[in-house]
Structures are given as structure tokens and as C-alpha cells.
């Protein structure tokens, strides 16, 4: 017996051993936990369960010379419900107030509201979705309902914000507005202000500490955020939306009527270089037209005839002749090396000065006047080229500037006929811009200056940053010489190839092109058909350049055709405008019929108004105009004329009324 409780002894030491040594293990392990690996846990549990989410920083506005909004971004709110957050007092309390106020606003029956929300709250569901795609005001709105006033943690309410971007004018001037994105493969990506100017649009992101819940989601965990994200800088551009929408518009019912592939419209302010209006539209495989490449910076090609402005620079300064020397158009027809540069008139033009000759845009003077003078030494007159910077990409503020070609005497691809053809615009290639702005110093007394797009930087009142006028030549020629070719652009509108496009009540200057492309395929040979310039001729405030690119050729595909009515159209409807011109009176009466809607515009504006105007079938840009004067608020969708307007005509004018106009 005594042996038997000496065993059971025994086994109750060593068991009391073992607790013993599992106590000290856990009491070992629970230290080591708490005073050694326990900054590793706590860490890990609070990244499982807490986590700092990025607050997308809104990016700044871009707005017109004129003040009118061209890209902002919009505070998008989603709104959820914690269904268990609120106590049952406060729940069976605001339940019914809160449906009623989300019926109100949001236009489902209040019925519906409470159905849902009691659901949730049988369900416990922490994350049941209320309203999504909310605007600011809104959002403000519902934070303030019944219940929802009182926050994250006793009234349930769950905030997500996002922002998106908004272009009110619509797609005018879309390509060089530009946008920023992020491609597939993750890689930045943009086009346009947007893109060029993303280091000071962009601001920077705050953060917000949200705690993880069920079925993984995540809700804020307080009100505020941890770190406020600050809005980017402001964008003040060079457009004037009123001369955007007249010179867009005025290009696709051109390209529409000759059924073109794509074309161009650049205007630019004379002195400053401030591009006031920028149109580039392609033809899509629905046959539409939209804005999806910016040809006028991009696209570099053969001018043709508009290049002729340089053989005359050149030959003037050079004093190796003038607008009075004569020259043979030998019947319409030159050879070099059995390669043909001939005049669209059959027959030539007989003897004919230098001066007629441009006007006249014939290829067989200008090329004899260029090579018979510089065959000898060709690079004297590559030089003058060069001298103008016209062989060099201009530097714009926007990406992706297409570079001029410009044959050097010597180079690889310097043959006997390089000169000759260079002198009626071809084996040479310029984009849109570039020409515009070789027209816009003869225009500008022989300052040359380079294209703007973007003024000023600004942080509400505050200016970051000023973008002033940057001269690239200061003289491109004698002012002689500047002259000279100022009367020869007028004479092509008032008696050369452009003559159709002249009116006696006011001035214009320019120069026709119309250039083969794609000549090496006969099947597949079309037009690029052009028209530069610049408005008043004899005060040039505005220069413009319009280029139209294949063009159906059972329409038509001469420059002055095709490109000169747009360039028309911009200036009379432009030139009306300008202080300087206001006492004109007498314009074409063709004008006064096609500016009918103007008319209306102008006499309903000067009236006292005490009711919304009927502005249904008004072009956008008129209607906007009229319904600001009268301290409207407007919101515009689409382009085009006025289809629908959100308040009918005849409703009292109100102060602070906004009102939302459908255009097709």
C-alpha cells in the first residue's frame, strides 16, 4: 500500500512539474508577445483592420481668356449605411423623416426608402449603398437629413468622394484642352493643357484613416480627414470661347459639305500670339466629326502655294527683283530634269509681273524667279528660311509638335528639281501652326512671335506664374519688304485667286493653297486645300489659318473654295466685333441673311427683360451670351443650336435661376 502511494505521488509531482512548465512557457511566450514581437502584432492587426486611403486632390479648373469654364473637377459622393450603427432609439425615432428627405431629393418613394433601410438593419449589413453619383450640394444635403446629422458613429452614415473631370463647353476645342489618363499598362498618358500643364493642375492628395469591416469593406472612422488634399493651380488659356465656337462651327459645315477627311482652323491674336481659337476635326468610321487629333500642331505636310510667301521675302531682300518684274509663264508650263511644274490655267498667264503672279498663285513665275536667282547658290535662299526660324519645331506649351522638313543643299536628299519645287511649296513640310505664324509676322510689321495657348497660372486671385508674348524674330524682313508683301496678300483677296471671298465693307489679306497630296499614286492623289491670313488688312488684329484635307473632288478642292469661306466666315463674323470696326454699317447683304439668328440675339438683349427668353434654335454661343447678360446661370450639354431649354420661355426671371440648355 505504501509503496502504491509512493507511486501515485510520484505522477502527482510530475504532473504539477508539467503545469508548472506550461505556465512558465506561456507565461515566457505571453511576455515575449507583449514586450518583444508585440510591436510587430499590434502593427499587423492595425494594418488588417486600419488603413490611411488616399483622398484624390481635386486638379485645377482651365478656364477661357474670358473667364468662361473650359475643364473642372466635380465632387462625386456615394453615400452608405451603417444599418447597426444607430441605437434603436434613434433609429424607430428618424426612420420615417429620413425616408421622406431621400424621397424628396432623390425620387424614389419614401416607402421604398423604408423598406430597404429596415432590411438593412434586420440584416446588420454595415455597408448598404444609399445614393450614388451625388453632387456636392447634394451630398450636403443628405448629411443633414434626419439621422444622418448625427455622424459616422450614432447616425450611420458612410461618405466615399471621388472626383471627376467636366468639359461644359462640350467637345469644341477638346484636343487642345487635352486630358490626362492612365493607359492600360498603367503608364501616364495625355494630350493638350491638361497634359502639359499636369505639374500645376495636379494638387496634392489627403488621406483618410478607414477601418476595416465585413465582407471586406471599409468605413472612415471619424468625420475629418487625417490630411486635407490640396486643389491644384488654375489654368488661364488663350481661348475666346466666342471665337472657338464660330471658327468650329464654321469648319465642319464645310467639311461636312465636301465631305472631307479632316481639317484645321487656327486663330491667332496679331500682336501677342494668342491663339483664340483652335478646331481639328476627323472624320470617324460612322462618318461623324470629332476632335481626336490636333492636326494644326501635329500634322506636318507639303503647304503648296501658301510657301510662295517666302520666294518673295527672299527675292526682296535680296534685290533680285520686285513686284514689278515680268516674267513668262511660257504657256502654263516648265520642265526640270522631265519632271512638269505647271499653272492651273491652262495656257499660263503670258507676261506677268512678280506681284500678279502671286496673286494669281502661278507656279511657273514664282519657281523661274527663285531658281533662275538662286540655282547658283541655293543655300542663299535656304538661309532666309532659316533666318526665320521656319526650319525649327516653334517650342510650343503643348506636347507633340510636329517638325518642319526643310531640304539642305548638299544633304542626301538634296536633288536638281529640290529648289524649284521648293518654291511652289512641295519636298518641303510645315504644319498649320508654323505657316500661321509666318503669315501673322507680316501681319505684326515683321514680329515674329510665337503661338500661346496658356497665359497664366493662377491660385484663385493669386498669379503663380505669367506667360507673356516671347518674340522669336523681331524684324523678318525690311520694312519695305514687309509692305510690299502686304499689298500683294490684299490683292489676292481683292483680285486674285482668292476675289470671291472680297468684300467692300471690310478687309481681308491672304493667300490661297491648294497642294497635291499623295502624288507618287495617281489612283490615290487628293487635295489639302488652304487658305491664311489675316483681318483687318489694313489693321490686322486676327490672323487664321483653315486647312481642309481631301476634299471630294466632284465638290471641289481649290483653297479659295473650300478653306476661304471659312477664313471668311470667322472674320465677318469676328471683324463685327472688334472696336475698331464698330462703325461699319453696310456689311454684304448675304451676311445679314446668314447672321439672322445674330440679329435676334442682339435686339432680345437689349431689351429690358423681365421673363426666360424663348433661345430654342439659337446657336450656343448666342443663347449662352443672352441668358448671362440677364445674370442667368447656364449650363450647356452638347454642341450645336439650342434643342431644349430646362425652363420654358415666358417664366419669371429669378435672381440665382440656372438653367440647362440641350444643343444638337
Not at 397 to 410: N, R
Not at 442 to 453: D, S
Not at 463 to 490: C, G, H, M, R, Y
Request: glycine share 8%.
Amino acid at each position: 500500500m505504501a509503496v502504491e502511494d509512493k507511486h501515485i505521488s510520484y505522477r502527482i509531482y510530475l504532473v504539477a512539474f508539467a503545469i508548472l512548465v506550461l505556465a512558465i512557457a506561456i507565461t515566457v511566450k505571453l511576455t515575449n508577445i507583449q514586450w518583444v514581437e508585440g510591436e510587430y502584432y499590434r502593427k499587423l492587426a492595425k494594418e488588417r483592420s486600419v488603413k490611411n486611403f488616399v483622398i484624390q486632390a481635386n486638379k485645377g479648373n482651365i478656364y477661357s481668356s474670358d473667364g468662361s469654364l473650359l475643364a473642372t473637377s466635380i465632387p462625386n459622393y456615394k453615400v452608405r449605411f451603417d444599418a447597426i450603427a444607430p441605437n434603436k432609439v434613434d433609429f424607430d425615432k428618424n426612420l420615417q423623416p429620413l425616408c421622406d428627405s431621400l424621397a424628396k431629393l432623390l425620387g424614389k418613394p419614401n416607402q421604398f426608402y423604408k423598406t430597404e433601410l429596415l432590411r438593412a438593419r434586420a440584416d446588420k449589413n454595415r455597408y448598404y449603398l444609399v445614393a450614388r453619383n451625388l453632387s456636392y450640394t447634394q451630398y450636403m444635403k443628405i448629411k443633414s437629413f434626419p439621422l444622418f446629422n448625427k455622424g459616422a458613429y450614432k447616425g450611420g452614415i458612410i461618405t466615399e468622394q471621388r472626383t471627376i473631370r467636366e468639359y461644359p463647353i462640350g467637345l469644341i476645342a477638346e484636343r487642345t484642352i487635352g486630358y490626362e489618363r492612365i493607359k492600360p499598362d498603367g503608364k501616364p498618358d495625355g494630350k493638350g493643357i491638361e497634359w502639359a500643364f499636369k505639374d500645376y493642375l495636379t494638387g496634392k492628395d489627403g488621406k483618410r484613416l478607414m477601418q476595416k469591416m465585413a465582407k471586406g469593406q471599409w468605413k472612415p472612422i471619424r468625420d475629418e480627414n487625417e490630411v486635407e488634399p490640396q486643389d491644384g493651380y488654375d489654368i488661364i488659356s488663350t481661348i475666346d470661347v466666342y471665337i472657338q465656337d464660330i471658327a468650329h462651327h464654321a469648319l465642319l459645315k464645310q467639311l461636312e459639305y465636301y465631305e472631307a477627311e479632316h481639317g484645321c482652323v487656327v486663330v491667332m491674336e496679331t500682336k501677342t500670339g494668342e491663339v483664340k481659337a483652335i478646331s481639328n476635326l476627323g472624320r470617324d468610321k460612322d462618318g461623324n466629326y470629332t476632335e481626336t487629333v490636333n492636326y494644326a500642331v501635329i500634322e506636318s505636310h507639303e503647304p503648296g502655294s501658301t510657301f510662295k510667301l517666302i520666294d518673295l521675302i527672299a527675292l526682296f531682300e535680296d534685290k533680285l527683283a520686285d513686284t514689278s518684274s515680268v516674267y513668262d509663264s511660257r504657256g502654263g508650263e516648265l520642265s526640270f530634269y522631265n519632271r512638269k511644274v505647271s499653272d492651273s490655267k491652262k495656257g499660263g498667264y503670258g507676261k506677268i509681273s512678280l506681284g500678279r503672279a502671286f496673286e494669281l498663285s502661278s507656279n511657273t513665275v514664282l519657281v523661274q524667279a527663285v531658281y533662275n536667282n538662286y540655282k547658283s547658290n541655293p543655300q542663299k535662299f535656304v538661309d532666309h528660311i532659316k533666318r526665320m526660324k521656319l526650319h525649327e519645331p516653334l517650342g510650343l506649351q503643348i506636347k507633340g509638335e510636329g517638325k518642319p522638313i526643310v531640304p539642305q543643299p548638299g544633304a542626301k536628299n538634296w536633288y536638281g528639281t529640290t529648289l524649284p519645287w521648293m518654291a511652289y511649296g512641295y519636298g518641303v513640310s510645315m504644319t498649320p501652326l508654323q505657316t500661321l505664324t509666318l503669315y501673322n509676322a507680316v501681319a505684326n510689321n515683321g514680329e515674329m512671335v510665337k503661338p500661346l495657348f496658356v497665359k497664366e497660372i493662377k491660385e484663385w486671385n493669386k498669379t503663380i506664374k505669367k506667360f507673356d508674348k516671347e518674340v522669336i524674330n523681331p524684324k523678318i524682313a525690311s520694312q519695305e519688304t514687309i509692305n510690299k508683301l502686304k499689298a500683294v496678300l490684299e490683292n489676292v483677296v481683292k483680285k486674285g485667286t482668292g476675289s470671291k471671298l472680297y468684300s467692300k465693307d471690310f478687309s481681308m489679306a491672304g493667300k490661297t493653297g491648294t497642294a497635291q497630296m499623295g502624288y507618287s499614286d495617281k489612283v490615290n492623289l487628293y487635295y489639302a486645300s488652304s487658305f491664311v491670313g489675316y483681318f483687318p488688312a489694313d489693321q490686322p488684329k486676327y490672323s487664321c489659318i483653315v486647312v481642309v484635307h481631301k476634299p471630294s473632288k466632284s465638290k471641289g478642292y481649290y483653297g479659295a473654295e473650300v478653306s476661304g469661306p471659312v477664313f471668311k466666315r470667322i472674320a465677318q463674323k469676328v471683324y463685327t466685333d472688334v472696336p475698331s470696326t464698330n462703325e461699319i454699317k453696310n456689311l454684304e447683304k448675304s451676311n445679314l441673311v446668314q447672321d439672322q439668328n445674330y440679329e435676334t440675339y442682339f435686339t432680345n438683349s437689349s431689351k429690358n427683360m423681365q421673363t426666360i427668353p424663348n433661345v430654342h434654335g439659337m446657336p450656343g454661343m448666342d443663347a449662352v451670351a443672352l441668358l448671362e447678360n440677364l445674370k442667368v446661370k447656364v449650363k450647356v450639354i452638347g454642341i450645336g443650336k439650342v434643342k431644349r431649354q430646362s425652363i420654358q420661355p415666358g417664366q419669371p426671371l429669378l435672381n440665382n435661376t440656372t438653367i440647362i440648355l440641350e444643343l444638337s
